[in-house]
Protein backbone atom coordinates (compact mmCIF):
# COMPACT_ATOMS: atom_id res chain seq x y z
CA UNK A 1 0.00 0.00 0.00
CA UNK A 2 1.92 2.83 -1.26
CA UNK A 3 -0.44 5.37 -0.42
CA UNK A 4 -0.17 8.73 -2.87
CA UNK A 5 3.17 8.72 -4.91
CA UNK A 6 4.01 11.60 -7.42
CA UNK A 7 5.99 11.65 -10.23
CA UNK A 8 8.57 12.69 -11.07
CA UNK A 9 10.09 13.92 -7.09
CA UNK A 10 12.21 16.81 -9.43
CA UNK A 11 12.89 18.73 -12.52
CA UNK A 12 14.00 21.28 -13.97
CA UNK A 13 12.17 22.89 -17.07
CA UNK A 14 13.07 25.61 -19.39
CA UNK A 15 10.58 28.34 -19.88
CA UNK A 16 7.90 27.42 -22.76
CA UNK A 17 8.44 23.62 -22.19
CA UNK A 18 5.51 21.58 -21.48
CA UNK A 19 5.24 18.45 -18.64
CA UNK A 20 2.88 16.41 -17.16
CA UNK A 21 3.15 15.62 -13.20
CA UNK A 22 1.48 12.30 -12.46
CA UNK A 23 -0.47 11.53 -9.37
CA UNK A 24 -1.32 7.99 -8.76
CA UNK A 25 -3.29 6.62 -5.68
CA UNK A 26 -4.36 3.05 -4.12
CA UNK A 27 -7.01 3.87 -1.78
CA UNK A 28 -10.09 4.24 -4.19
CA UNK A 29 -10.25 7.56 -3.06
CA UNK A 30 -12.89 9.49 -4.92
CA UNK A 31 -11.59 12.82 -4.29
CA UNK A 32 -7.97 14.11 -5.76
CA UNK A 33 -6.31 17.61 -5.23
CA UNK A 34 -3.15 19.29 -6.85
CA UNK A 35 -1.87 22.04 -4.45
CA UNK A 36 1.40 24.33 -5.07
CA UNK A 37 3.69 25.78 -2.18
CA UNK A 38 5.79 28.73 -2.48
CA UNK A 39 8.86 28.77 -0.36
CA UNK A 40 8.02 30.27 3.34
CA UNK A 41 3.69 29.97 2.28
CA UNK A 42 0.80 27.81 2.57
CA UNK A 43 -0.43 25.19 0.38
CA UNK A 44 -2.09 26.86 -2.45
CA UNK A 45 -5.13 24.67 -4.05
CA UNK A 46 -5.01 24.66 -7.87
CA UNK A 47 -7.51 22.48 -8.99
CA UNK A 48 -9.17 19.08 -7.75
CA UNK A 49 -11.42 16.18 -8.97
CA UNK A 50 -14.65 15.04 -7.01
CA UNK A 51 -14.56 11.94 -9.15
CA UNK A 52 -13.34 9.70 -12.31
CA UNK A 53 -13.57 12.26 -15.22
CA UNK A 54 -14.42 15.78 -13.51
CA UNK A 55 -11.91 18.43 -12.92
CA UNK A 56 -12.79 21.70 -11.10
CA UNK A 57 -10.46 24.96 -10.30
CA UNK A 58 -9.53 25.77 -7.20
CA UNK A 59 -7.53 28.99 -5.64
CA UNK A 60 -5.08 29.59 -8.40
CA UNK A 61 -5.82 26.89 -11.84
CA UNK A 62 -4.21 29.85 -14.36
CA UNK A 63 -1.52 27.87 -16.44
CA UNK A 64 -2.42 24.60 -15.37
CA UNK A 65 -4.82 22.05 -16.68
CA UNK A 66 -5.27 18.64 -15.38
CA UNK A 67 -7.07 15.37 -16.30
CA UNK A 68 -8.66 12.15 -14.22
CA UNK A 69 -9.38 9.90 -17.18
CA UNK A 70 -8.78 6.74 -14.29
CA UNK A 71 -9.96 7.32 -10.75
CA UNK A 72 -6.30 6.12 -9.35
CA UNK A 73 -4.47 9.02 -11.44
CA UNK A 74 -4.90 12.37 -11.25
CA UNK A 75 -2.25 14.48 -13.98
CA UNK A 76 -1.13 18.02 -13.89
CA UNK A 77 -0.17 19.74 -16.77
CA UNK A 78 1.77 22.75 -17.61
CA UNK A 79 1.70 23.84 -21.27
CA UNK A 80 3.80 26.30 -21.65
CA UNK A 81 6.17 26.77 -18.30
CA UNK A 82 7.09 30.01 -16.81
CA UNK A 83 9.63 30.56 -14.23
CA UNK A 84 6.48 31.93 -11.67
CA UNK A 85 5.15 28.37 -11.84
CA UNK A 86 8.81 27.39 -10.03
CA UNK A 87 6.91 25.44 -6.44
CA UNK A 88 6.95 22.61 -4.92
CA UNK A 89 3.75 20.75 -6.22
CA UNK A 90 2.14 18.02 -3.87
CA UNK A 91 -1.17 16.11 -4.49
CA UNK A 92 -3.34 14.50 -2.31
CA UNK A 93 -6.29 12.56 -2.26
CA UNK A 94 -9.51 11.33 0.16
CA UNK A 95 -12.44 9.20 0.85
CA UNK A 96 -15.80 11.42 -0.09
CA UNK A 97 -16.83 11.63 3.54
CA UNK A 98 -13.29 11.65 5.10
CA UNK A 99 -11.76 14.16 7.44
CA UNK A 100 -8.30 13.05 6.38
CA UNK A 101 -6.96 13.89 3.46
CA UNK A 102 -3.20 12.19 2.18
CA UNK A 103 -0.56 13.70 1.06
CA UNK A 104 2.58 12.29 -1.55
CA UNK A 105 5.81 13.80 -1.24
CA UNK A 106 5.89 16.56 -3.81
CA UNK A 107 7.78 17.58 -6.86
CA UNK A 108 10.09 20.10 -6.56
CA UNK A 109 9.75 21.90 -10.37
CA UNK A 110 12.02 24.59 -11.13
CA UNK A 111 11.52 26.74 -14.79
CA UNK A 112 14.82 28.82 -15.88
CA UNK B 1 -14.28 28.83 5.44
CA UNK B 2 -13.78 30.87 8.27
CA UNK B 3 -9.99 32.49 8.74
CA UNK B 4 -7.58 31.11 11.18
CA UNK B 5 -5.14 33.14 12.95
CA UNK B 6 -1.47 31.45 13.76
CA UNK B 7 1.17 32.67 15.81
CA UNK B 8 3.99 32.44 12.90
CA UNK B 9 6.43 30.04 15.03
CA UNK B 10 7.37 29.40 18.48
CA UNK B 11 9.58 26.94 20.00
CA UNK B 12 9.28 24.52 22.79
CA UNK B 13 11.37 22.30 25.47
CA UNK B 14 11.85 18.10 24.25
CA UNK B 15 9.69 16.40 26.40
CA UNK B 16 7.34 18.81 27.82
CA UNK B 17 4.02 19.43 26.36
CA UNK B 18 3.38 22.10 23.36
CA UNK B 19 0.56 24.36 23.07
CA UNK B 20 0.02 25.59 19.49
CA UNK B 21 -3.00 28.61 19.73
CA UNK B 22 -5.81 29.18 16.74
CA UNK B 23 -7.64 31.83 16.42
CA UNK B 24 -10.96 31.20 14.29
CA UNK B 25 -13.28 33.67 15.72
CA UNK B 26 -15.77 34.08 12.85
CA UNK B 27 -15.98 30.17 12.59
CA UNK B 28 -19.91 29.07 12.05
CA UNK B 29 -21.82 26.50 13.69
CA UNK B 30 -21.17 23.41 11.50
CA UNK B 31 -17.34 24.22 10.75
CA UNK B 32 -14.95 22.16 12.07
CA UNK B 33 -11.54 22.75 13.58
CA UNK B 34 -8.53 20.39 11.77
CA UNK B 35 -4.70 20.48 12.22
CA UNK B 36 -2.60 19.36 9.96
CA UNK B 37 1.32 19.50 10.26
CA UNK B 38 4.18 19.49 7.62
CA UNK B 39 7.51 18.17 8.65
CA UNK B 40 10.49 20.28 6.65
CA UNK B 41 10.05 18.87 2.54
CA UNK B 42 7.73 16.65 3.36
CA UNK B 43 3.72 16.28 1.89
CA UNK B 44 1.11 17.82 4.99
CA UNK B 45 -0.10 15.13 7.25
CA UNK B 46 -3.15 15.41 9.24
CA UNK B 47 -3.23 15.11 12.80
CA UNK B 48 -6.72 15.65 14.46
CA UNK B 49 -10.12 17.23 14.35
CA UNK B 50 -13.07 18.67 16.27
CA UNK B 51 -16.52 20.39 16.40
CA UNK B 52 -16.97 21.32 19.88
CA UNK B 53 -15.87 19.10 22.35
CA UNK B 54 -12.32 18.35 23.02
CA UNK B 55 -10.96 15.40 20.98
CA UNK B 56 -7.60 13.23 21.80
CA UNK B 57 -6.30 10.62 19.33
CA UNK B 58 -2.47 9.05 19.59
CA UNK B 59 -0.99 12.51 18.21
CA UNK B 60 -2.00 15.21 20.20
CA UNK B 61 -5.20 16.65 21.94
CA UNK B 62 -7.48 19.85 20.66
CA UNK B 63 -8.88 21.78 23.18
CA UNK B 64 -12.15 24.28 21.71
CA UNK B 65 -13.12 26.80 23.83
CA UNK B 66 -16.99 26.90 24.38
CA UNK B 67 -17.39 29.81 21.97
CA UNK B 68 -15.58 28.10 19.68
CA UNK B 69 -13.99 30.99 18.66
CA UNK B 70 -10.44 29.43 19.27
CA UNK B 71 -8.68 26.26 19.95
CA UNK B 72 -5.40 24.80 21.25
CA UNK B 73 -3.52 21.47 20.03
CA UNK B 74 -1.35 19.59 22.20
CA UNK B 75 1.34 17.84 21.81
CA UNK B 76 1.62 16.00 25.30
CA UNK B 77 5.16 15.12 25.00
CA UNK B 78 6.99 16.89 22.39
CA UNK B 79 10.05 15.29 20.50
CA UNK B 80 12.84 16.20 17.80
CA UNK B 81 10.54 14.79 15.36
CA UNK B 82 7.58 17.24 16.08
CA UNK B 83 9.69 20.19 14.54
CA UNK B 84 7.29 21.07 11.64
CA UNK B 85 4.57 23.86 10.30
CA UNK B 86 1.33 23.24 11.84
CA UNK B 87 -1.86 24.24 10.03
CA UNK B 88 -5.28 24.84 12.27
CA UNK B 89 -8.01 25.23 9.15
CA UNK B 90 -11.49 25.44 9.60
CA UNK B 91 -13.78 23.62 7.31
CA UNK B 92 -17.47 22.51 7.03
CA UNK B 93 -16.99 18.33 7.66
CA UNK B 94 -18.04 17.37 4.15
CA UNK B 95 -17.45 20.64 2.03
CA UNK B 96 -17.43 20.86 -1.46
CA UNK B 97 -14.67 18.85 -2.31
CA UNK B 98 -13.50 18.02 1.14
CA UNK B 99 -11.13 21.06 0.06
CA UNK B 100 -8.20 22.36 2.55
CA UNK B 101 -7.23 26.19 2.77
CA UNK B 102 -3.92 26.69 4.52
CA UNK B 103 -2.93 29.40 5.68
CA UNK B 104 0.70 30.58 6.98
CA UNK B 105 0.95 27.95 10.19
CA UNK B 106 3.03 27.81 13.30
CA UNK B 107 6.57 27.17 12.71
CA UNK B 108 7.15 24.74 15.93
CA UNK B 109 10.72 23.91 16.76
CA UNK B 110 11.55 21.43 19.77
CA UNK B 111 14.41 22.12 20.99
CA UNK B 112 16.48 19.32 23.11
Known amino acids: NAGVTQTPKFRVLKTGQSMTLLCAQDMNHEYMYWYRQDPGMGLRLIHY???????AKGEVPDGYNVSRLKKQNFLLGLESAAPSQTSVYFCASSYLGSSEAFFGQGTRLTVV | DAKTTQPPSMDCAEGRAANLPCNHS???????VYWYRQIHSQGPQYIIH???NNETNEMASLIITEDRKSSTLILPHATLRDTAVYYC?????????????FGGGTRVLVKP
Open chain 2, 89 to 101: IVRLFKAAGNKLT
Open chain 2, 26 to 32: TISGNEY
Open chain 1, 49 to 55: SVGEGTT
Open chain 2, 50 to 52: GLK
